[in-house]
């Protein structure tokens, strides 16, 4: 966990990358490469207000673009 200044909530706070539910539910839908995707484009969140470190708009549509992305690829082998 990394410790730095937020500016969402404006504390010294500790900022990490939270797996929930459904990131976990893509790792084992996916076989594992969710993890690569969720590694390198989900950013590092406030674990007091849930604010992005480097938050931008361009790195969410990267995300969900990545994201389909891999949806279509799974749901193709699927369907073979």
């Keep these: ?8 909530c404006q504390r010294n706070t500790g900022f990490k990358r939270c797996a929930c ?6 790792w084992f839908i996916t076989g594992g490469v969710w993890i690569l995707v969720w590694w390198l484009f989900y950013p590092l969140r406030c674990t007091i207000c849930g604010h992005g470190v480097g ?25 073979r």
């Design 1 to 8: 966990m990394v410790v730095t200044h937020c500016p969402s």
């Design 21 to 26: 539910f459904p990131t976990v539910l893509a």
């Design 55 to 79: 938050e931008t708009t361009q790195g969410k549509k990267l995300l969900l673009v990545a994201s389909i992305l891999l949806l279509i690829y799974c749901l193709s082998h699927l369907i």
